[in-house]
């Protein structure tokens, strides 16, 4: 009788976790939706499905930092530039700013060559979708950087992609 009770007790407590707990995917889904909804609330995402993912180690993890991180330093020095053509601009602080991620830029690259190739960092994964406005649909792709703590590592990223397709969307 005990050993009947504990196997229900068990199978109970395994089916109302595994029901409560949203799949990776779904919660990738909402996040998406999510970032829709903030860059323009009338667009609808129809579809959202997953294309691939891998592991990420944590050298590729490292090597993804350091891409985003050099995106970042692109488009500070995009503005950088844009503002040294208004004299009325004060440039010094982005100056530093880039001077700063240069240097981080550096660090982090020695991190590269001393990352693990084996130890896991996350996953990337890579999903289609389908959104629509007022008649007009359009479809796209999206890559997910997300740690092993669930960070998602290429925020800017996404959401960049997200406002090319609004845009065409309009």
């Known amino acids: 009788m005990k050993r009947e009770t504990l196997v229900i007790f068990f199978v109970v407590t395994l089916f109302a976790w595994c029901t409560n707990k949203p799949s990776f995917t779904e919660q990738v889904r909402q996040d998406f939706t999510n970032r829709v909804l903030k860059i323009d609330s009338s667009i609808r995402v129809d579809s959202f499905q997953l294309i691939r993912m891998d592991s990420l180690t944590e050298m590729i993890g490292q090597i993804v930092y350091d891409s985003i991180y050099a995106r970042e330093e692109a488009r500070l020095e995009a503005e950088f530039i844009a503002a040294k053509q208004n004299p009325a601009a004060d440039t010094s602080y982005r100056q530093e700013e880039i001077n700063y ?13 001393k990352a ?48 090319v397709i609004a845009g065409k969307l309009k």
């Open 101 to 113: 991620m240069k240097k981080e830029l550096d660090s982090i690259e020695h991190l590269i060559a």
């Open 116 to 163: 693990d190739t084996v130890k896991k960092y996350g996953v990337l994964a890579q999903y289609s979708y389908m959104v629509s406005k007022n008649e007009k649909s359009k479809t796209g792709w999206v890559y997910y950087f997300i740690s092993n703590n669930g960070n998602v590592l290429n925020p800017d990223m996404i959401t960049d992609s997200v406002k």
